[in-house]
């Protein structure tokens, strides 16, 4: 009975915290960090994308880049081929001569490196410009996305900008649940950012200078890891400059970069367990705690609901927590979405919310036990 009241006072003081967290940096979430009115297009951008077995993306992602409102003399855009098993490098180099840019380059990795991270890593070395962006290859950007890299570089001085992402959905659970879920880890980052404590980025929206990449490339900072430069990059970078301002979330409508959702739950398990894994290399202070309170506080829901199979009478008790959740979540949301004005099912949002608990908790258990799978490769690490 001890142990029992101790996890009820236990999740009685996280779900306090969760709520409390998310009110502060509600205030936040709506702060736009840019100039939008500055007409500031002096800056040459280097956009950097690595793909591997994405023909079915490819011809979006180019479409996006060929709308892009910006001076074309003042941006480049390299694609890296991470060794792909398909066509991809073939559909590559066709919608390039298609679509009529002089100013896209694609390379490809030699035999002796694969993965992510060298790819970007070559991609860099590649480049002509000292501002980079990078996004994915199975995402399209907003037409005014350089605009709003531009400006915010301008405007604040950052040295690490991190931008919105949004998933599509087609309606079903496992896609909205993905793009709510999605919404609310975006949106919980671009706040902390912009309250000066940046606790999580995505390398499909972000931007940076190329001589703070160089430096931290060099540092061997997250080297053991098979992903999350992104993170890493991020938290050098803070280290590196101690400013409110080195880390930047560009909270504007321009800056978005859709991408798209998995496509069933062993792929997002798998995409998850991915990015579980590298948490173990984090060093900042402020993301161990933040991630650690929220993760307790997931893990010691799962904990609970499993005591009810053992005593029927603490039902009672989970529902008051969960919907307190809700209602929370719920409040949260509708905050973040007056920016992204997606669609909500309400039913979808309750089963989320319900959900994402169980989810994350198995996410939890299994990144220690699990390998992952990364577009055909086996993954340990």
Same mark, same amino acid.
């Given at each position: 009975?001890?142990?029992? %009241?101790?996890?009820?006072?236990?999740?009685?003081?996280?779900?306090?915290?969760?709520?409390?967290?998310?009110?502060?940096?509600?205030?936040?979430? $709506?702060?736009?960090?840019?100039? =939008?009115?500055?007409?500031?297009?002096?800056?040459?951008?280097?956009?950097?994308?690595? *793909?591997?077995?994405?023909?079915?993306?490819?011809?979006?992602?180019?479409?996006?880049?060929?709308?892009?409102?910006?001076?074309?003399?003042? *941006? /480049?855009?390299?694609?890296?081929?991470?060794?792909?098993?398909?066509?991809?490098? /073939?559909?590559?180099?066709?919608?390039?001569?298609?679509?009529?840019?002089?100013?896209?380059?694609?390379?490809?990795?030699?035999?002796?490196?694969?993965?992510?991270?060298?790819?970007? $890593?070559?991609?860099?070395?590649?480049?002509?410009?000292?501002?980079?962006? =990078? #996004?994915?290859?199975?995402?399209?950007? $907003? /037409?005014?996305?350089?605009?709003?890299?531009?400006?915010?570089?301008? #405007? %604040?001085?950052?040295?690490?900008?991190?931008?919105?992402?949004?998933?599509?959905?087609?309606?079903?659970?496992?896609?909205? !649940?993905?793009?709510?879920?999605?919404?609310?880890?975006?949106?919980?980052?671009?706040?902390?950012?912009?309250?000066?404590?940046?606790?999580?980025?995505?390398?499909?929206?972000?931007?940076?200078?190329?001589?703070?990449?160089?430096? !931290?490339?060099?540092?061997?900072?997250?080297?053991?890891? /098979?992903?999350?430069?992104?993170?890493?990059?991020?938290?050098?970078?803070?280290?590196?400059?101690?400013?409110?301002?080195?880390?930047?979330?560009?909270?504007?409508? %321009?800056?978005?970069?859709?991408?798209?959702?998995?496509?069933?739950?062993?792929?997002?398990?798998?995409?998850?367990?991915?990015?579980?894994?590298?948490?173990?290399?984090?060093?900042?202070?402020? =993301?161990?705690?933040?991630?650690?309170?929220?993760?307790?506080?997931?893990?010691?829901?799962?904990?609970?609901?499993?005591?009810?199979?053992? @005593?029927?009478?603490?039902?009672?008790?989970?529902?008051?927590?969960?919907?307190?959740?809700?209602?929370?979540?719920?409040? !949260?949301?509708? #905050?973040? %979405?007056?920016?992204?004005?997606?669609?909500? $099912?309400?039913?979808?949002?309750?089963?989320?919310?319900?959900?994402?608990?169980?989810? =994350?908790?198995?996410?939890?258990?299994?990144?220690? *036990?699990?390998?992952?799978?990364?577009?055909?490769?086996?993954?340990? @690490?």
């Amino acid at each position: 009975m001890i142990i029992v %009241n101790c996890i009820i006072l236990l999740l009685i003081g996280l779900s306090l915290s969760y709520a409390t967290y998310l009110f502060i940096i509600c205030n936040f979430v $709506n702060r736009n960090s840019i100039n =939008t009115d500055a007409n500031l297009l002096n800056r040459n951008i280097s956009i950097i994308v690595a *793909f591997r077995n994405e023909v079915n993306n490819l011809p979006h992602l180019f479409e996006s880049f060929s709308k892009l409102n910006y001076p074309i003399d003042k *941006f /480049e855009v390299i694609l890296v081929n991470d060794h792909s098993s398909d066509n991809s490098y /073939e559909i590559a180099k066709n919608l390039q001569k298609q679509c009529g840019l002089n100013n896209i380059k694609i390379i490809s990795l030699s035999n002796d490196f694969q993965g992510k991270k060298n790819a970007i $890593n070559l991609g860099i070395a590649n480049s002509k410009y000292e501002v980079i962006a =990078t #996004t994915d290859a199975d995402c399209m950007v $907003n /037409e005014m996305w350089l605009r709003s890299i531009a400006q915010s570089i301008a #405007t %604040n001085k950052n040295r690490f900008i991190s931008m919105p992402v949004i998933l599509e959905s087609n309606g079903s659970f496992i896609q909205n !649940f993905q793009q709510i879920d999605f919404l609310m880890l975006n949106s919980i980052g671009g706040a902390s950012m912009l309250a000066g404590l940046p606790i999580m980025s995505n390398a499909a929206n972000m931007a940076f200078y190329k001589s703070d990449y160089i430096q !931290f490339h060099s540092s061997l900072i997250g080297s053991d890891s /098979e992903s999350g430069d992104d993170m890493f990059l991020m938290f050098y970078i803070k280290k590196l400059y101690h400013s409110k301002n080195s880390c930047m979330f560009v909270n504007s409508a %321009n800056a978005i970069v859709v991408s798209k959702p998995q496509i069933n739950f062993s792929e997002l398990i798998n995409q998850r367990i991915r990015w579980s894994k590298k948490a173990k290399y984090y060093k900042d202070l402020n =993301t161990i705690i933040v991630g650690g309170l929220l993760g307790a506080f997931h893990f010691l829901i799962t904990l609970y609901s499993l005591m009810i199979l053992f @005593n029927s009478s603490l039902i009672l008790g989970l529902l008051i927590v969960l919907l307190f959740k809700l209602i929370v979540e719920i409040i !949260f949301y509708h #905050t973040i %979405n007056k920016l992204y004005h997606l669609k909500v $099912n309400y039913i979808d949002f309750i089963l989320s919310s319900i959900f994402y608990s169980y989810f =994350t908790s198995y996410i939890m258990v299994s990144s220690i *036990f699990s390998s992952f799978n990364w577009k055909g490769r086996v993954i340990k @690490n």
